[in-house]
C-alpha cells in the first residue's frame, strides 16, 4: 500500500481502501489538538475583544465655567467683553452647578470638559497673562477636585508668553488631571500657527494630548465684522475656519502627530470650503505639505452647529463621522437649547452607527476617558 508522506508521518493513505487503524487514531489525536488550541484562541479572542471594546460614554468636550472674580481680573487688565460671559448661569455656585448637572442628566451626557476660552489669559504684559493663567487654573482644579466624575478641564496658558506657558503646563496638567490645554484661535493677534509656538506644540506632541481651539471673539480682527455686530453671529465660525486653515496650510498636524488638535463649532465653514480648498491650493499656497482634506482629517471637531442638521451632515460626509465629537457650548446652549445641541445629532439623517458613534463614543476615545 502506498502512502503519501506529510511531515514524515504516514498519516494519509493513497489506497481506496482508507486509513488504517493506526492512522485513524493519530488523526483523531491531531484533530482533538487541533480543536483544543482552536477552542482556545476563540476564548482568548472573545476576552481580548471584551478588554478592547470601547467604553459608551457621552463627553460634552465644549463647555466653558467662570466666576465673578476671574472675569473682574482680566477685565481689570484689558478685556472689554466680559459681559457675554457674565450672569449666564456658568459659574460654580451650589445653585448654578445644581440646574447645570440636571441639564446634563436630561440629556444623557455624563461629564463636561470646561475650558475658559474665549476669556483666555492671553496679554501682552506676562504678569497679567501668568497671574490670571493661574487663577483661573486653580479654580479648575478645586471643581475638578470636587466633582471628578462631572468635569474634566483644559489648562489654560498665559500666552503668547511661551517659557511661562510651558512652566503653567507644567505645573497643573498632571496634578489637576487635566486633558490638555485651550487655546483662542488667534492669540494676541498672532495665528496659532505662528512658528513662535513651536516649542509649545512640541511639549504637547511629546505628552501625547490635546490642543482645543475656541474662537477668541476677535471678530476676525476686521471692522467688517465688530462694526457689524456680529461678532459671535458670523465672526465666530469665521475665526474657526481661519485657524483651521492656517493649521492645515502650515502643516502643524503632521509636524506634531500625537498632539490632538480638537476644533470648535465643526470647524466653522471648513466642510463648506474643503473641495475649494483642495482644487485650489497647488497653485495659491504650493507650499502646502499636503492635500487640505487630508490634513483636515488628522484633527477633531466638536458638534456645535446650534442644532443645524445640514450643517453636521456636511461635516460627516467631508471629515467623516469619526472626526466628530459631542460639544454644546454650554452655556450658551442651555435649558432647552442644551437637549437640542444633543438630540439633533441623532435626527440629523445620519447613519445610526454614526449619530451613535458622535454621541457617545468618539469623544471619550479622543480625549482618552475611555
Not at 476660552?117 to 497673562?129: E, N, S
Not at 516649542?199 to 476676525?220: C, F, I, K, N, W
Amino acid at each position: 500500500m502506498q502512502q503519501l508522506k506529510t511531515g514524515g508521518h504516514g498519516i494519509f493513505d493513497a489506497s481506496s481502501d482508507g486509513f488504517t487503524r493506526r492512522d485513524l487514531l493519530r488523526a483523531g489525536s491531531c484533530a482533538a489538538a487541533v480543536s483544543a488550541v482552536d477552542s482556545f484562541l476563540n476564548v482568548l479572542s472573545a476576552q481580548q475583544n471584551r478588554t478592547q471594546a470601547p467604553r459608551r460614554l457621552r463627553v460634552d468636550a465644549h463647555a466653558h465655567l467662570w466666576t465673578d472674580d476671574y472675569l473682574d481680573l482680566v477685565e481689570e487688565y484689558g478685556k472689554k467683553d466680559t459681559s457675554v460671559q457674565r450672569n449666564k448661569g456658568a459659574g460654580p455656585s451650589g445653585a448654578e452647578i445644581e440646574k447645570r448637572f440636571a441639564q446634563m442628566e436630561a440629556a444623557g451626557v455624563e461629564m463636561q470638559v470646561l475650558s475658559v476660552c474665549p476669556q483666555a489669559p492671553h496679554f501682552d504684559d506676562k504678569v497679567h497673562a501668568t497671574t490670571a493663567a493661574r487663577k483661573i487654573n486653580d479654580l479648575y482644579a478645586e471643581v475638578v477636585h470636587k466633582y471628578p466624575k462631572r468635569f474634566k478641564a483644559l489648562v489654560a496658558l498665559p500666552l503668547p508668553h511661551v517659557d511661562e506657558a510651558l512652566k503653567e503646563l507644567d505645573r497643573v496638567l498632571d496634578p489637576m488631571g487635566a486633558l490638555g490645554v485651550s487655546t483662542t484661535t488667534t492669540v494676541a493677534g498672532r495665528s496659532i500657527a505662528d512658528p513662535a509656538f513651536s516649542p509649545l506644540y512640541q511639549e504637547l506632541d511629546r505628552r501625547g494630548t490635546v490642543l482645543y481651539v475656541h474662537p477668541a471673539g476677535a471678530s476676525g480682527h476686521t471692522p467688517m465684522i465688530a462694526d457689524y455686530h456680529v461678532t459671535w453671529m458670523i465672526g465666530a465660525p469665521i475665526e474657526d475656519t481661519i485657524s483651521t486653515t492656517h493649521l492645515i496650510i502650515k502643516g502643524i498636524p503632521q509636524k506634531y502627530p500625537s498632539m490632538r488638535i480638537i476644533n470648535s463649532h465643526l470647524g466653522g465653514a471648513l466642510p463648506m470650503v474643503l473641495q475649494r480648498m483642495d482644487n485650489q491650493y497647488g497653485w495659491e499656497n504650493p507650499e502646502t505639505p499636503e492635500k487640505p482634506s487630508i490634513t483636515a482629517r488628522r484633527m477633531w471637531f466638536d458638534t456645535v452647529a446650534h442644532a443645524h442638521p445640514p450643517a453636521i451632515r456636511a461635516a460627516v460626509d467631508t471629515l467623516g463621522a469619526d472626526r466628530i465629537i459631542l460639544g454644546t457650548d454650554f452655556p450658551y446652549e442651555s435649558g432647552e437649547l442644551y437637549q437640542h445641541a444633543i438630540s439633533y445629532i441623532a435626527k440629523a439623517g445620519l447613519k445610526q452607527a454614526d449619530s451613535t458613534r458622535i454621541l457617545d463614543y468618539n469623544g471619550a476615545k479622543v480625549l482618552r476617558l475611555a
